[in-house]
Protein backbone atom coordinates (compact mmCIF):
# COMPACT_ATOMS: atom_id res chain seq x y z
CA UNK A 1 0.00 0.00 0.00
CA UNK A 2 1.45 3.22 -1.01
CA UNK A 3 1.42 6.17 1.41
CA UNK A 4 0.51 9.53 0.33
CA UNK A 5 0.94 12.92 2.49
CA UNK A 6 -1.14 15.88 2.36
CA UNK A 7 1.89 18.84 3.31
CA UNK A 8 -0.95 21.61 4.10
CA UNK A 9 1.13 25.09 5.40
CA UNK A 10 -1.42 27.49 7.46
CA UNK A 11 -0.98 31.06 8.64
CA UNK A 12 -4.01 32.60 10.62
CA UNK A 13 -6.69 30.30 9.12
CA UNK A 14 -9.28 30.10 12.43
CA UNK A 15 -11.84 30.88 10.76
CA UNK A 16 -11.78 28.77 7.72
CA UNK A 17 -9.63 25.54 8.98
CA UNK A 18 -12.81 23.64 10.61
CA UNK A 19 -14.75 24.25 7.24
CA UNK A 20 -12.33 23.60 4.34
CA UNK A 21 -10.64 20.27 6.10
CA UNK A 22 -13.77 18.15 6.07
CA UNK A 23 -13.92 19.09 1.98
CA UNK A 24 -9.95 17.98 1.72
CA UNK A 25 -10.77 14.79 3.57
CA UNK A 26 -13.51 13.82 1.82
CA UNK A 27 -11.13 14.40 -1.45
CA UNK A 28 -9.04 11.33 -0.08
CA UNK A 29 -11.46 8.99 1.02
CA UNK A 30 -12.35 7.46 -2.55
CA UNK A 31 -8.79 6.50 -3.34
CA UNK A 32 -8.30 3.08 -2.79
CA UNK A 33 -4.83 1.18 -1.50
CA UNK A 34 -4.20 4.72 -0.33
CA UNK A 35 -2.27 5.42 3.38
CA UNK A 36 -3.28 9.08 3.80
CA UNK A 37 -1.33 11.04 6.43
CA UNK A 38 -2.28 14.62 6.56
CA UNK A 39 0.25 17.19 7.76
CA UNK A 40 -0.61 20.58 8.51
CA UNK A 41 2.25 22.95 9.29
CA UNK A 42 1.13 26.33 11.83
CA UNK A 43 3.63 28.87 10.60
CA UNK A 44 3.40 30.47 13.82
CA UNK A 45 -0.24 31.87 13.94
CA UNK A 46 -1.37 34.61 16.20
CA UNK A 47 -5.28 33.55 16.29
CA UNK A 48 -6.74 30.06 17.08
CA UNK A 49 -5.98 28.01 14.32
CA UNK A 50 -3.52 25.67 16.63
CA UNK A 51 -6.33 25.87 18.88
CA UNK A 52 -9.21 24.60 16.18
CA UNK A 53 -6.85 21.93 14.60
CA UNK A 54 -6.58 20.80 18.32
CA UNK A 55 -10.33 20.50 18.19
CA UNK A 56 -10.83 18.64 14.92
CA UNK A 57 -7.96 16.26 15.45
CA UNK A 58 -10.01 13.29 17.15
CA UNK A 59 -12.78 13.45 14.17
CA UNK A 60 -9.40 12.74 12.05
CA UNK A 61 -7.21 10.24 13.14
CA UNK A 62 -4.83 10.72 10.32
CA UNK A 63 -4.26 14.24 11.19
CA UNK A 64 -1.22 15.75 12.55
CA UNK A 65 -0.29 18.97 13.61
CA UNK A 66 3.23 21.19 13.54
CA UNK A 67 3.64 24.09 14.73
CA UNK A 68 6.73 26.60 14.27
CA UNK A 69 7.92 28.96 16.64
CA UNK A 70 6.88 32.15 14.93
CA UNK A 71 5.87 33.02 11.27
CA UNK A 72 8.88 31.76 9.05
CA UNK A 73 7.15 32.30 6.07
CA UNK A 74 5.07 29.84 3.18
CA UNK A 75 8.05 28.51 2.10
CA UNK A 76 9.86 27.62 5.52
CA UNK A 77 6.20 26.07 6.28
CA UNK A 78 6.58 23.97 2.97
CA UNK A 79 9.69 23.15 3.45
CA UNK A 80 9.09 21.79 7.04
CA UNK A 81 6.60 19.62 5.78
CA UNK A 82 8.38 18.11 3.30
CA UNK A 83 11.30 17.60 5.54
CA UNK A 84 8.71 15.61 7.81
CA UNK A 85 7.36 14.03 5.24
CA UNK A 86 10.33 11.87 3.70
CA UNK A 87 8.34 8.26 4.87
CA UNK A 88 6.28 8.56 2.61
CA UNK A 89 5.79 7.20 -1.06
CA UNK A 90 4.35 10.73 -2.25
CA UNK A 91 3.86 13.93 -1.18
CA UNK A 92 0.92 16.54 -2.24
CA UNK A 93 1.14 20.40 -1.20
CA UNK A 94 -1.72 22.25 -1.30
CA UNK A 95 -3.17 25.69 -0.08
CA UNK A 96 -6.18 25.24 2.55
CA UNK A 97 -8.21 27.69 1.66
CA UNK A 98 -9.30 25.38 -1.27
CA UNK A 99 -8.29 27.82 -4.16
CA UNK A 100 -6.33 24.50 -4.81
CA UNK A 101 -9.45 22.05 -5.68
CA UNK A 102 -8.79 19.08 -4.00
CA UNK A 103 -10.56 17.09 -6.47
CA UNK A 104 -7.67 17.18 -8.62
CA UNK A 105 -6.18 15.00 -6.44
CA UNK A 106 -7.10 11.62 -7.43
CA UNK A 107 -6.19 12.81 -10.75
CA UNK A 108 -2.63 13.40 -9.43
CA UNK A 109 -2.68 10.32 -8.25
CA UNK A 110 -3.24 8.78 -10.90
CA UNK A 111 -0.36 10.24 -13.14
CA UNK A 112 2.22 9.79 -10.38
CA UNK A 113 0.99 5.84 -10.33
CA UNK A 114 1.68 6.09 -14.33
CA UNK A 115 5.64 6.98 -13.29
CA UNK A 116 5.77 10.82 -13.12
CA UNK A 117 7.51 12.56 -10.58
CA UNK A 118 5.77 15.29 -10.28
CA UNK A 119 2.32 16.40 -10.92
CA UNK A 120 1.16 20.39 -10.34
CA UNK A 121 -1.94 22.15 -10.64
CA UNK A 122 -1.84 25.00 -13.76
CA UNK A 123 -3.84 27.86 -13.17
CA UNK A 124 -6.05 28.69 -16.34
CA UNK A 125 -7.67 31.09 -14.54
CA UNK A 126 -6.77 33.20 -11.64
CA UNK A 127 -10.21 33.70 -10.89
CA UNK A 128 -11.77 36.85 -8.69
CA UNK A 129 -8.11 38.61 -9.04
CA UNK A 130 -8.24 42.83 -9.84
CA UNK A 131 -6.70 43.48 -12.84
CA UNK A 132 -3.95 45.24 -10.68
CA UNK A 133 -3.05 41.78 -9.34
CA UNK A 134 -3.33 39.95 -12.50
CA UNK A 135 -0.47 42.83 -14.04
CA UNK A 136 1.87 42.49 -10.96
CA UNK A 137 1.88 38.69 -11.44
CA UNK A 138 2.18 38.78 -15.36
CA UNK A 139 4.83 41.19 -14.71
CA UNK A 140 6.83 38.87 -11.96
CA UNK A 141 6.33 35.85 -14.58
CA UNK A 142 7.86 37.81 -17.26
CA UNK A 143 10.59 39.36 -15.55
CA UNK A 144 11.42 35.97 -13.57
CA UNK A 145 11.46 34.00 -16.86
CA UNK A 146 13.34 36.64 -18.71
CA UNK A 147 16.06 36.42 -16.02
CA UNK A 148 16.45 32.87 -14.67
CA UNK A 149 15.32 31.31 -18.20
CA UNK A 150 12.60 29.21 -16.34
CA UNK A 151 9.09 28.94 -17.42
CA UNK A 152 6.98 29.85 -14.22
CA UNK A 153 3.81 31.42 -15.71
CA UNK A 154 0.67 30.48 -13.97
CA UNK A 155 2.26 27.61 -11.80
CA UNK A 156 1.19 27.04 -8.40
CA UNK A 157 2.32 25.73 -4.95
CA UNK A 158 -0.19 22.90 -5.40
CA UNK A 159 1.84 19.75 -6.45
CA UNK A 160 2.22 15.72 -5.95
CA UNK A 161 5.92 14.95 -5.15
CA UNK A 162 7.08 11.68 -5.61
CA UNK A 163 9.62 10.76 -2.80
CA UNK A 164 12.44 11.27 -4.65
CA UNK A 165 12.03 14.74 -5.51
CA UNK A 166 11.08 15.47 -2.14
CA UNK A 167 14.56 14.15 -1.07
CA UNK A 168 16.37 15.89 -3.61
CA UNK A 169 14.40 19.23 -2.44
CA UNK A 170 15.35 18.95 1.24
CA UNK A 171 19.12 18.15 0.31
CA UNK A 172 19.15 21.54 -1.58
CA UNK A 173 21.39 23.40 0.99
CA UNK A 174 19.91 27.27 0.29
CA UNK A 175 18.18 29.42 2.72
CA UNK A 176 16.35 31.61 0.57
CA UNK A 177 14.06 29.14 -1.47
CA UNK A 178 11.62 29.22 -3.87
CA UNK A 179 9.51 26.01 -3.64
CA UNK A 180 8.09 26.30 -7.68
CA UNK A 181 10.90 27.70 -9.10
CA UNK A 182 13.20 24.85 -7.76
CA UNK A 183 10.71 22.54 -8.46
CA UNK A 184 10.74 23.47 -12.60
CA UNK A 185 14.53 23.68 -11.62
CA UNK A 186 15.51 20.35 -10.42
CA UNK A 187 14.15 19.16 -14.18
CA UNK A 188 11.88 15.63 -12.95
CA UNK A 189 9.84 14.72 -15.31
CA UNK A 190 6.32 16.11 -14.60
CA UNK A 191 2.73 17.01 -15.80
CA UNK A 192 0.34 19.86 -15.62
CA UNK A 193 -3.19 19.64 -14.40
CA UNK A 194 -5.28 23.02 -15.78
CA UNK A 195 -7.77 23.90 -13.00
CA UNK A 196 -9.67 27.68 -12.31
CA UNK A 197 -9.01 29.44 -9.00
CA UNK A 198 -11.77 29.36 -7.14
CA UNK A 199 -13.61 32.25 -5.48
CA UNK A 200 -12.27 31.89 -1.65
CA UNK A 201 -15.29 31.04 0.59
CA UNK A 202 -14.43 32.09 4.37
CA UNK A 203 -11.38 34.20 5.40
CA UNK A 204 -9.23 36.60 4.11
CA UNK A 205 -5.72 36.40 2.89
CA UNK A 206 -3.27 36.79 4.76
CA UNK A 207 -0.69 38.16 1.78
CA UNK A 208 -0.74 41.81 1.15
CA UNK A 209 1.03 43.72 -1.72
CA UNK A 210 4.45 44.52 -0.32
CA UNK A 211 4.81 40.67 1.36
CA UNK A 212 4.26 39.60 -2.43
CA UNK A 213 6.66 42.01 -3.59
CA UNK A 214 9.09 41.50 -1.53
CA UNK A 215 8.36 37.19 -1.70
CA UNK A 216 9.20 38.52 -5.73
CA UNK A 217 12.36 40.07 -5.56
CA UNK A 218 13.65 37.00 -3.27
CA UNK A 219 12.55 34.74 -5.84
CA UNK A 220 14.18 36.18 -8.70
CA UNK A 221 17.46 36.79 -6.91
CA UNK A 222 17.43 33.16 -5.65
CA UNK A 223 17.30 32.33 -9.66
CA UNK A 224 19.69 35.21 -11.26
CA UNK A 225 22.57 37.03 -11.12
CA UNK A 226 21.34 38.88 -13.93
CA UNK A 227 20.82 42.02 -12.17
CA UNK A 228 24.47 42.32 -11.18
CA UNK A 229 25.97 42.19 -14.67
CA UNK A 230 23.24 44.83 -15.75
CA UNK A 231 24.74 47.08 -12.94
CA UNK A 232 27.85 46.05 -15.07
CA UNK A 233 26.17 46.93 -18.31
CA UNK A 234 24.37 50.33 -16.86
CA UNK A 235 28.30 51.82 -15.55
CA UNK A 236 28.90 51.28 -19.38
CA UNK A 237 26.26 52.90 -20.71
CA UNK A 238 26.50 55.77 -18.13
CA UNK A 239 30.49 56.17 -18.89
CA UNK A 240 29.47 55.99 -22.50
CA UNK A 241 26.67 58.95 -22.39
CA UNK A 242 29.22 61.38 -20.17
CA UNK A 243 31.75 60.75 -22.89
CA UNK A 244 29.45 61.86 -25.50
CA UNK A 245 28.26 64.97 -23.67
CA UNK A 246 31.96 65.53 -22.33
CA UNK A 247 32.65 65.19 -26.42
CA UNK A 248 30.40 68.04 -27.67
CA UNK A 249 31.45 70.50 -24.48
CA UNK A 250 34.69 70.25 -25.61
CA UNK A 251 33.71 71.08 -29.43
CA UNK A 252 31.17 73.90 -28.37
CA UNK A 253 34.14 75.46 -26.01
CA UNK A 254 36.84 74.91 -28.55
CA UNK A 255 34.72 76.49 -31.35
CA UNK A 256 33.57 79.58 -28.92
CA UNK A 257 30.21 78.59 -28.89
CA UNK A 258 29.64 77.43 -25.29
CA UNK A 259 27.02 78.92 -23.16
CA UNK A 260 27.28 79.41 -20.06
CA UNK A 261 25.33 77.55 -17.16
CA UNK A 262 25.20 74.82 -15.41
CA UNK A 263 22.27 72.66 -16.92
CA UNK A 264 24.71 69.90 -18.52
CA UNK A 265 26.75 69.47 -15.59
CA UNK A 266 23.71 68.83 -13.10
CA UNK A 267 22.10 66.49 -15.13
CA UNK A 268 25.17 64.53 -15.77
CA UNK A 269 25.46 64.41 -11.85
CA UNK A 270 21.71 63.33 -11.23
CA UNK A 271 22.06 60.85 -13.90
CA UNK A 272 25.46 59.46 -12.86
CA UNK A 273 24.39 59.08 -9.11
CA UNK A 274 21.02 57.84 -9.65
CA UNK A 275 22.95 55.09 -11.37
CA UNK A 276 25.32 54.47 -8.62
CA UNK A 277 23.03 54.62 -6.00
CA UNK A 278 20.71 51.69 -7.88
CA UNK A 279 23.72 49.99 -8.47
CA UNK A 280 25.10 49.95 -4.46
CA UNK A 281 21.40 49.25 -3.68
CA UNK A 282 21.08 45.85 -6.26
CA UNK A 283 24.62 45.05 -4.68
CA UNK A 284 23.71 45.25 -1.35
CA UNK A 285 20.84 43.50 -1.89
CA UNK A 286 22.93 40.45 -3.11
CA UNK A 287 25.47 40.96 -0.44
CA UNK A 288 22.29 40.34 2.43
CA UNK A 289 21.32 37.03 0.58
CA UNK A 290 24.46 36.09 0.86
CA UNK A 291 25.12 36.93 4.83
CA UNK A 292 21.24 34.94 5.21
CA UNK A 293 23.13 31.83 3.30
CA UNK A 294 26.49 31.21 5.24
CA UNK A 295 25.36 32.22 8.75
CA UNK A 296 23.42 28.64 8.34
CA UNK A 297 20.33 29.39 10.74
CA UNK A 298 18.06 26.64 10.33
CA UNK A 299 14.77 27.44 8.20
CA UNK A 300 12.64 26.95 11.12
CA UNK A 301 12.42 26.10 14.75
CA UNK A 302 9.21 24.00 15.80
CA UNK A 303 7.19 24.46 18.80
CA UNK A 304 7.01 20.77 20.26
CA UNK A 305 4.55 21.59 22.93
CA UNK A 306 1.58 22.66 20.68
CA UNK A 307 2.53 19.82 17.65
CA UNK A 308 1.52 16.34 18.34
CA UNK A 309 3.25 13.46 19.45
CA UNK A 310 2.60 12.11 16.01
CA UNK A 311 4.62 14.22 14.99
CA UNK A 312 7.76 13.76 17.53
CA UNK A 313 7.63 9.94 16.44
CA UNK A 314 8.12 10.98 12.46
CA UNK A 315 10.83 13.25 13.19
CA UNK A 316 12.49 10.58 15.93
CA UNK A 317 12.17 8.07 12.64
CA UNK A 318 13.59 9.75 10.33
Not at 144 to 149: E, G, K, T, W, Y
Not at 196 to 213: D, I
Amino acid sequence: MKKITLVIPVFNEALAIDKHLPIIVESLTHQPHIDWHILIVDDGSTDATVTTLQVLQPTYPHLSVLCLNRNFGKEAAIYAGLQHSRHADAVIVMDSDLQHPPELIPQMVQLWTQGLQVVEGYKVERGQETWFSRWLANSFYFIFSLLSNLELKNHSDFKLLDKTVVHTYCDLPERNRFFRGMVQWMGFTSAQLPFTVPARQHGTSTWSRLKLLKYSFTAIMAFSSTLLYLVTFLGVLSFCVGLLISGIALYKKFMGSAIGGFTTVILLIFFMSSILMIALGLIGVYIAKIYDEVKCRPHYLINWRKSTMQNQQHDDAL
